[in-house]
Nanobody, 128 residues
Framework: QVQLVESGGSVVQAGGSLRLSCAAS????????MGWFRQAPGKEREFVAA????????GYIDSVKGRFTISRDNAKNTVYLQMNSLKPEDTAVYHC?????????????????????WGQGTQVTVSS
């Protein structure tokens, strides 16, 4: 089992920044690729970003490229999502997720098979 706890969600004005954190415990953190998903009211949950076990490879949806940055600190068992230039359409519950690292491409694995573990989520609200 991997337990994931997100933090950092808040209310922020459009154009502002937030950094989300996800603390992991349980199994060996560096065995897992990590990702962030979000779910807005009335919408399906969508993939946002992912980072491989070593922190070298990242992937993003087009709508956040150039604004969001995913990173990880394996010594602290933590993954981060730095969000800049926030827009009202970024308003959602943001969930951290873990997928056991394999040879299958990371982003494909997150968006098709899906991650094995999820956090409870943290609310991000961007006001216009």
């Amino acid at each position: 089992q991997v337990q994931l706890v997100e933090s950092g969600g808040s209310v922020v004005q459009a154009g502002g920044s937030l950094r989300l954190s996800c603390a992991a415990s349980g199994r060996t953190f560096r065995n897992y690729d990590m990702g962030w998903f979000r779910q807005a009211p009335g919408k399906e949950r969508e993939f946002v970003a992912a980072i491989n076990w070593g922190g070298v490879t990242t992937g993003y949806i087009d709508s956040v490229k150039g604004r969001f940055t995913i990173s990880r600190d394996n010594a602290k068992n933590t993954v981060y999502l730095q969000m800049n230039s926030l827009k009202p359409e970024d308003t959602a519950v943001y969930h951290c997720a873990a997928s056991f690292s394999t040879s299958q491409p990371m982003t494909l694995r997150f968006t098709t098979k899906g991650p094995e573990y999820w956090g409870q989520g943290t609310q991000v609200t961007v006001s216009s």
